[in-house]
């Protein structure tokens, strides 16, 4: 099975630096995956870590320790736009399918 | 750009009635999973399609809810009969498939509320 852990809840202010931390414990690790899904719609792709380092896109990067199971996204300069739910999803090989499993999500409020 | 379309956007039930959801994936993508997200909680895998065969349905309550992905392409999820619990957003993805890293794209979800 799977077990991924991340904060319910984090505020931070506009034009702050956050970081969301995700811990996880996986088989046939295939891969992390951060999306963001604000209220009431679907989830969007943000980034993909399968290899150990610092991803960066913009305002947003990701970092994936496989050794430590643990990943995190960080946001930069941060905008009002940016308040919704950053969901950690580990991607497992096992059984046959390339199956994601989602954490609860962290639900960020970004405040002026 | 290509989407994924579901529909209904909503529906509103009663318990004990059965309802079902279609969705239509980014064409040309061969894998298709239906997620089921309750309010406050990451999505949570119903069942995974490779074409028209189940790859994985581990989690999906199978004495009340069916898939079928009859042809390979859109997809239909039904629940019957359906009870309180069931209450969540529906969500439907598709990707290109295979074994390497295939972003999943999600369709806009069905809101379902049964009363």
């Known amino acids: 099975g799977q077990n991924i852990d991340q904060p319910t809840e984090m505020t931070a202010t506009e034009g702050a630096i956050v970081q969301i931390n995700c811990t996880y414990q996986?088989?046939?690790?295939?891969?992390l995956f951060w999306y963001q899904q604000h209220a009431g719609e679907a989830p969007t792709f943000l980034s993909y870590?399968?290899?150990?380092g610092l991803e960066e896109k913009g305002r947003f990067s990701s970092f994936l320790s496989r050794s430590k199971g643990y990943s995190y996204l960080l946001l930069k300069e941060l905008q009002m736009k940016d308040s919704a739910s950053y969901l950690c999803?580990?991607?497992?090989?096992?059984?046959?399918?390339?199956?994601?499993?989602f954490g609860t999500g962290t639900q960020l409020k970004v405040e002026l | 750009e290509a989407e994924v379309a579901q529909s209904p956007r909503y529906k509103i039930t009663e318990k004990s009635q059965a309802v079902a959801f279609w969705c239509d994936p980014i064409?040309?993508?061969?894998?298709l999973y239906w997620y089921r997200q309750i309010l406050g909680q990451g999505p949570e895998l119903l069942v995974q399609?490779?074409?028209?065969?189940?790859?994985?349905d581990s989690q999906l309550p199978k004495d009340r809810f069916s898939a079928e992905r009859l042809k390979g392409v859109d997809s239909t999820l039904k629940i019957q009969p359906a009870e309180l619990g069931d209450s969540a957003m529906y969500l439907c993805?598709?990707?290109?498939?295979?074994?390497?890293?295939?972003?999943?794209?999600f369709g806009p979800g069905t809101r379902l509320t049964v009363l």
């Open positions: 064409s040309g993508h061969a894998t």
């Open positions: 870590n399968v290899l150990d």
């Open positions: 996986t088989s046939g690790f295939n891969g």
């Open positions: 399609f490779q074409d028209e065969s189940v790859v994985d």
């Open positions: 993805a598709s990707s290109l498939g295979g074994r390497a890293f295939n972003e999943q794209f």
């Open positions: 999803a580990v991607a497992d090989l096992t059984g046959g399918g390339n199956k994601l499993t």
